[in-house]
């Protein structure tokens, strides 16, 4: 992969993260996967499992953190 390739993949998963805090609400979670737009998905609390690749984003009174799955591309 060429260095511009991985910057504009870089910049469009930014671009989704940011997108996702505009819209986040208090009891909103967000998926955002690499090659996808924003997809809203319910907080599993009992099996915390995340598919390799995806990315939860959680509201937190400071702003908002990521939780992703061990291995997966950060």
């Known amino acids: 992969m060429k260095e511009s390739e991985i910057k504009d993949q870089a910049k469009k998963i930014m671009d989704d993260f940011l997108t996702a805090l505009k819209g986040m ?20 609390e009992d099996t915390k499992e995340f598919r390799d690749g995806w990315f939860r ?12 799955e061990k291995g997966s591309f950060r």
């Open 25 to 44: 609400k208090e009891e909103t979670h967000f998926v955002i996967r690499r090659e996808d737009s924003m997809r809203e998905k319910e907080q599993d």
């Open 57 to 68: 984003i959680a509201p937190k009174k400071q702003g908002a953190y990521i939780l992703a």
